[in-house]
């Protein structure tokens, strides 16, 4: 196991076999029961399925992993989120039925040993997909998780969030929390840059959706890490306190064979591209 801060930019490079022969772009719907799934589709090379976190969609997850040459990229909108279905209560919210929803993508493209990808959110499902399901994957990536043995540092206000967005709307709620950044003394710029990801989604279903992953547990303990053989490269932030650097750094510690990549900044860890090339690197040393 390693940490290492990376400079930028990085090359792109990949010396892995099993390559999916296609670069057309397109959209797939799944269906995982009475929910319809839309995943993204492009590029050519080693299938890499890729979940973003909550609030968010495909279109961050693409603009965070650039174009990744050499990678079929499967990017998945979750349920509540993006093109897929709206949930519509707590209950369809589920740790599992997440893991579940990757199992469909799984399932229905039978690609050989893909790499899976989850940011945040889509880290725990990832993880627990790894941790209970057969190892039928190359590699894990989780970028900046944020879900590990105890409930998330930032769930208190995220709940309060959620309440404000019923209450009044998505809209007016994340106008509201930019407003209490500023008189907290967080430049405009920087507070009119929250919740952008959020706009875009359903008010409603976001709700729902952040209430239940604020109960989600991933882990009992960080022991459970070592039935994992499969090598997992987990990408840490210095500086986001919604993605503490310490549980990125207890991950590593437990997990067999893990990498951690460092990025000293969540300004820079928000550039377009700049995550995939670090994944890319790392992917490139299996």
Same mark, same amino acid.
């Given at each position: 196991?390693?940490?290492?801060?990376?400079?930028?930019?990085?090359?792109?490079?990949?010396?892995?076999?099993?390559?999916?022969?296609?670069?057309?772009?397109?959209?797939?719907?799944?269906?995982?029961?009475?929910?319809?799934?839309?995943?993204?589709?492009?590029?050519?090379?080693?299938?890499?399925?890729?979940?973003?976190?909550?609030?968010?969609?495909?279109?961050?997850?693409?603009?965070?992993?650039?174009?990744?040459?050499?990678?079929?990229?499967?990017? &998945?909108?979750?349920?509540?989120?993006?093109?897929?279905?709206?949930?519509?209560?707590?209950?369809?919210?589920?740790?599992?039925? &997440?893991?579940?929803?990757?199992?469909?993508?799984?399932?229905?493209?039978?690609?050989?040993?893909?790499?899976?990808?989850?940011?945040?959110?889509?880290?725990?499902?990832?993880?627990?997909?790894?941790?209970?399901?057969?190892?039928?994957?190359?590699?894990?990536?989780?970028?900046?998780?944020?879900?590990?043995?105890? $409930?998330?540092?930032?769930?208190?206000?995220?709940?309060?969030?959620?309440?404000? @967005?019923?209450?009044?709307?998505?809209?007016?709620?994340?106008?509201?929390?930019? /407003?209490?950044?500023? $008189? /907290?003394?967080?430049?405009?710029?920087?507070?009119?840059?929250?919740?952008?990801?959020?706009?875009?989604?359903?008010?409603?279903?976001?709700?729902?959706?952040?209430?239940?992953?604020?109960?989600?547990?991933?882990?009992?303990?960080?022991?459970?890490?070592?039935?994992?053989?499969?090598?997992?490269?987990?990408?840490? @932030?210095?500086?986001?306190?919604?993605?503490?650097?310490?549980?990125?750094? $207890?991950?590593?510690?437990?997990?067999?064979?893990?990498?951690?990549?460092? @990025?000293?900044?969540?300004?820079?860890?928000?550039?377009?591209?700049?995550?995939?090339?670090?994944?890319?690197?790392?992917?490139?040393?299996?």
């Amino acid at each position: 196991m390693e940490s290492t801060s990376e400079e930028f930019p990085l090359t792109s490079s990949v010396s892995m076999s099993d390559r999916v022969q296609r670069d057309s772009s397109s959209t797939r719907t799944l269906h995982n029961g009475d929910f319809s799934l839309a995943l993204h589709l492009s590029g050519s090379g080693v299938p890499l399925i890729a979940l973003h976190g909550l609030g968010s969609d495909s279109r961050d997850m693409r603009s965070d992993l650039g174009r990744l040459p050499g990678f079929r990229l499967a990017l &998945l909108d979750q349920r509540g989120h993006g093109a897929s279905s709206h949930v519509s209560n707590e209950a369809e919210f589920g740790l599992e039925d &997440l893991v579940e929803d990757l199992s469909v993508v799984l399932r229905e493209f039978a690609w050989t040993n893909p790499v899976l990808c989850g940011g945040s959110m889509g880290a725990a499902v990832v993880l627990r997909y790894a941790l209970t399901r057969a190892a039928d994957y190359r590699a894990l990536v989780l970028i900046a998780p944020a879900i590990g043995t105890m $409930q998330t540092t930032s769930a208190g206000w995220i709940i309060k969030f959620a309440d404000r @967005i019923d209450v009044i709307g998505l809209s007016r709620a994340i106008d509201e929390r930019r /407003q209490f950044l500023v $008189q /907290q003394g967080n430049p405009p710029e920087e507070a009119n840059g929250f919740g952008v990801s959020w706009a875009r989604q359903d008010g409603s279903s976001l709700a729902f959706a952040m209430r239940a992953v604020c109960r989600w547990r991933l882990l009992r303990t960080f022991e459970e890490l070592g039935r994992i053989r499969l090598p997992v490269i987990i990408v840490g @932030i210095t500086d986001d306190p919604l993605h503490p650097i310490e549980l990125a750094q $207890q991950m590593c510690a437990h997990l067999v064979r893990s990498s951690l990549v460092v @990025i000293d900044s969540h300004e820079l860890a928000v550039q377009p591209g700049v995550i995939g090339n670090l994944v890319s690197r790392e992917l490139a040393l299996l």
